[in-house]
RNA sequence: GGGCCCAUAGCUCAGUGGUAGAGUGCCUCCUUUGCAAGGAGGAUGCCCUGGGUUCAAAUCCCAGUGGGUCCA
């Protein structure tokens, strides 16, 4: 850390009179205004000393705090930006929720690829950390969704020149701190009362200075200098261990917790209270609470005390607990009778602000990813209801918090959230049902459930342990719940980590010049000139181990693939020769055209591509455009693409929606998007500034993704803008007809739509209508009246089978009753019959239960399907029918068992089964005697 | 993206290779009758679909479909 000691000597605080001291308690170096102050001021050090004492001298709420901040920023040359999802994972695949208002332009903007919306630019930016989950309510300042304050400036060394996004400095540490300075200022803080700790920081392989601002107890900012990258050769080694080096980008990054500005200006005794003053109201008196005056007293100054412990740890909870009980001097469960269910009550304001971000961003829950995330709070929060007593519905205390945020899409919220409800009281109930027969079952056996029964129970159905020691409870059974329960789940889902293949970079290729795109000038054309500049030998990469090319072209309207469209293919044809073009790649720009024979390097080639191929793809390229316009337009603006794959006979869409889509809906969409073909609008492509374009569509352009680059290619259809770099027809006219062949649900929250285009589309058509005429013809009626008659057909047969069924029993009484045709033995003291009948199982099994209904012991072989046998003996006849059948089975080959009273066998060897009926008596005899 | 679990009577579920079951609901009758209840009898079923193994599959194996759940 002395490494960077330098970095903290600003000018800054030279002119402002600060000094730098080393805390008395945590050795932290810290500077401040006030030459007679000793320790840093950050908790454990010091107390909160802005609780029933505001640090401010007016009260802001949320929203007016927010204002505050972002308005000065304004005032003071900084553009603000509209705040970015929670849904981080919309824009990179590194993360699933915004943690950070950096997170917003990392990593396109921070390494310099993409110039800033802004530069400099204030936002306060939602976040969502669910590492405090359970600390939320609990601590009196943890929430998981926040607010994050922030400014930013995003600088190049000069000496670089236009080697990035941005150039030159826009200001750095000094300016930075000033600006923190003079923000406090303008709230009224008295300045000599703020410490800036030094703090470097490290994380995602960056690193650099950093400042932590203490004001009277609370950290209220983190000025971030964010100015070096990992490199083991690095001059620079931090915290982490690892070596780092400066970056020629320099970046600046705060972040002000606007709840915790909020309760400092307040002076609350937990920041729940200045935060969700409304919502702890409403939830209060909806869960029925009410304190004396003296208990009112006795939770404030409990709330006081947990303020100003350091509780991150749960182990602490209960420690802590036990403190501010002993120095409020009351018993620990009084004290807790009192709490908890504040805490509940907290945490349910914090958990409905978390999930009206996260549906208000259009997270649906699911099985997956952050839909899985948002089903955790949604669970959670609907157990910390019930424990309560809370019992507004839930989708009514989201939507309060929805509305304060100003969601539009309120009624989708709240139909997603009551979906979510009612599935989760079907899994409980289920799971309850399931852990009863299970405690019941324990409890006979006077064993406690085991732990792999808990494990099953949590891993497969979702039911936690504390829920099966409360059912088990009612019927007295023990459950062996051991400490490391999460951790034994854990285990069973250790398994072999898919490892990724590396490719070998060709140097060549990146000395190559990209290659002109001219399938974007012209989307529909097909013939083209182009010089050959390289061509790659790939030996065995064909399908049958054959050597192939990758020919390398200065410019090409082979489409490669991407987006979800296949590749084009075509042939590369010169004076002397023509290949045959399979597939077609890029990388970096550079587009690979993989063929069958080599071309020469210069050569001049004509390429052509096949034309009916690409057709049907751009076809079905603009109908997934319009497919998914439709499907929001039915489902709700919810609805995101989740995956597409276009195809030549049909493509698909994976859509994000909370329910099944059913046929009748799925008609709906259908509609629509062939409504939008006939209304024959064009197609357009333009390339703006990805900033303006995002300013004007919002984050919905990138349903496929993002792409990189100050500019990006939009693809307006009808209504629908997208991102996308995909070929696509003149006007939705081209596209002919669209028909959704099928829908299924892929994983829970995400709906497949697979459809088809233009001629593919009456192909399709044409294949389920063969298929219903056929069907009509087999049934020799109408197609309209294919169901009834299938109906009445399928009830008839069933009838039918009931009446064999009958007969077949009425058949072996007859035969049993009318004897005749078998042989009689005697056996001992009883009498055998022995009988061939040619018939299926269960017609053997009618006739021999008759016989030995009537006392005889039976004997029937049937050659009908192989040989089998049917044995059965009447109670109390000290015959093994199941001995019997193996010896008789044994002679034709096979096998056979069962009960003693009745078994079945049989095998191969059916011209053998009259030789096994003959030796039967005798087969009868052995077995009576032994 | 990966793992695990489930699919049998209208409903809730048993059945672990050998004659498909229980509880509840349903129908009929009896007792009683204000309602409820009780007794006797009866009907329930492509054991999700398709393949495989086997003399024999609801049962074992594979694939599919539908649902549930946990993890990143």
């Known amino acids: 850390m002395s490494e960077l000691e330098e970095e903290y000597r600003l000018d800054y605080f030279e002119e402002e009179g600060f000094v730098r001291k080393e805390c008395t308690d945590c050795g932290d170096f810290f500077w401040t205004r006030d030459t007679g102050r000793e320790t840093c001021g950050e908790p454990p050090c010091e107390n909160y000393q802005f609780i029933d004492d505001p640090g401010f001298p007016d009260e802001y709420t949320l929203e007016e705090m927010r204002e505050a901040f972002l308005s000065f920023f304004e005032e003071n040359d900084h553009e603000r930006i509209e705040p970015y999802p929670v849904a981080a994972n919309r824009w990179r695949d590194d993360v699933l929720l915004t943690q950070a208002s950096i997170y917003d332009f990392q990593p396109l903007v921070t390494s310099g690829q993409t110039p800033p919306p802004a530069n400099p630019l204030t936002i306060s930016q939602p976040c969502i950390r669910m590492q405090d989950i359970d600390n939320v309510g609990k601590t009196g300042r943890h929430t998981m969704a926040f607010e994050m304050m922030a400014h930013h400036a995003f600088n190049a060394r000069e000496e670089v020149g236009d080697e990035y996004a941005y150039s030159g400095e826009v200001y750095w540490k000094d300016e930075t701190v000033e600006y923190c300075d003079r923000f406090f200022e303008s709230m009224g803080a008295d300045l000599e009362d703020i410490t800036y700790i030094e703090d470097p920081w490290v994380g995602g392989g960056n690193a650099g200075p950093a400042i932590e601002v203490i004001y009277k107890g609370a950290e209220l900012a983190t000025l971030v200098f964010m100015s070096m990258e990992a490199d083991p050769d690095g001059d620079y080694e931090m915290k982490d261990g690892n070596r780092y080096s400066k970056m020629d980008t320099y970046i600046v990054d705060t972040g002000y917790g606007l709840e915790r500005w909020t309760w400092v200006s307040q002076g609350t005794p937990t920041v729940y209270e200045a935060v969700y003053p409304e919502m702890i109201a409403f939830l209060k008196d909806n869960a029925g609470i009410e304190h004396s005056e003296e208990e009112e007293k006795l939770v404030h100054r409990a709330s006081k005390l947990a303020g100003h412990m350091d509780i991150d740890e749960a182990e602490d909870m209960e420690a ?25 009550i907290y945490a349910i304001a914090d958990h409905c602000r978390t999930l009206a971000y996260m549906l208000g961003d259009g997270i649906v829950p699911s099985n997956v990813a952050t839909g899985y995330l948002a ?501 109390g006849v000290g015959v093994n029918a199941g001995e019997v059948v193996g010896e008789l089975a044994r002679k034709v080959g096979g096998g056979g068992g069962g009960p003693p009273d009745f078994a079945q066998g049989g095998g191969p060897d059916a011209e053998k089964l009259d030789e096994a009926l003959a030796e039967a008596p005798e087969v009868l005899q052995q077995v009576q005697n032994a």
């Open 320 to 344: 802590a607990r036990d403190n501010i009980a002993r120095e409020l001097d009351v018993s620990k469960s009084r004290l807790e009778d009192l709490l908890e269910p504040l805490e509940d």
């Open 375 to 875: 089903r955790m709070v949604l669970r959670r929060t609907k157990r910390l209801c019930d424990n309560v007593g809370v019992d507004a519905p839930l989708d009514e205390l989201v939507d309060m918090q929805a509305e304060r945020l100003e969601y539009e899409n309120r009624d989708t919220i709240r139909d997603i959230v009551r979906t979510e409800v009612e599935k989760y009281r079907e899994t409980l109930e289920q799971g309850g049902r399931r852990v009863e027969r299970l405690a019941k079952e324990y409890a006979e056996k006077g064993q406690p459930i085991p732990t792999d029964e808990l494990v099953e129970l949590y891993d497969s159905h979702g039911i936690q342990p504390d829920m099966v020691e409360e059912i088990a409870a009612d019927f007295g059974t023990e459950v062996d719940v051991p400490d490391d329960f999460y951790s034994v789940v854990a285990s069973r889902h250790d398994g072999g980590q898919a490892f990724e293949e590396e490719e070998d970079e060709d140097d060549r290729l990146a000395d190559l010049p990209k290659t002109e795109r001219q399938y974007y000038e012209d989307q529909y054309g097909t013939d083209f000139e182009a010089v050959v500049l390289d061509v790659f030998e790939r030996e065995g990469e064909g399908d049958d181990g054959e050597t192939m090319y990758d020919v390398v072209l200065d410019q090409t309207m082979f489409y490669p693939e991407g987006g979800g469209q296949p590749a084009d293919r075509g042939t590369l044809t010169t004076d002397d020769t023509s290949v045959k073009v399979s597939d077609v790649q890029i990388e970096d720009g550079v587009i690979l055209h993989r063929t069958d024979d080599e071309l020469g390097k210069g050569d001049i080639v004509r390429g052509k591509i096949d034309r009916e191929r690409r057709r049907r793809l751009m076809r079905h390229h603009t109908a997934t455009h319009l497919v998914v316009h439709a499907a929001r337009e039915v489902l709700g603006e919810h609805v995101r693409q989740a995956g597409a794959q276009k195809g030549i006979d049909s493509s698909r869409i994976d859509v994000r929606h909370y329910e099944r889509i059913d046929r009748e809906t799925k008609e709906k969409i259908e509609m629509v998007a062939n409504e939008l073909v006939m209304e024959n609008t064009t197609v357009q492509q333009e390339w703006p500034n990805r900033h303006e374009a995002e300013e004007e569509y919002g984050f919905d352009l990138y349903q496929g993704g993002i792409p990189a680059g100050q500019n990006i290619r939009l693809i307006h259809v009808s209504e629908d803008v997208q991102a996308c770099g995909g070929t696509h027809v003149r006007r939705t006219g081209d596209v002919g007809t669209i028909k959704i062949l099928n829908t299924e649900r892929v994983q829970d929250g995400v709906e497949r739509l697979t459809f088809a285009a233009g001629d593919a589309a009456i192909e399709a058509t044409q294949r389920t209508e063969t298929a219903l005429a056929e069907a009509a013809d087999i049934l020799d009626v109408a197609p309209e009246e294919v169901p009834e008659t299938a109906q009445r057909f399928f009830d008839e047969w069933k009838d039918r089978g009931k009446q064999i069924e009958d007969l077949k029993e009425q058949l072996a009484e007859a035969r049993a009753s009318g004897g005749g045709s078998g042989e009689e033995v005697e056996v001992g003291d009883s009498t055998a019959v022995i009988q061939r009948l040619d018939a299926d199982m269960d017609e053997l099994r009618a006739t021999a239960n008759a016989l030995a209904d009537e006392g005889k012991i039976a004997v029937i072989g049937s050659g009908a399907d192989g040989a089998t046998f049917v044995v059965a003996v009447p109670d």
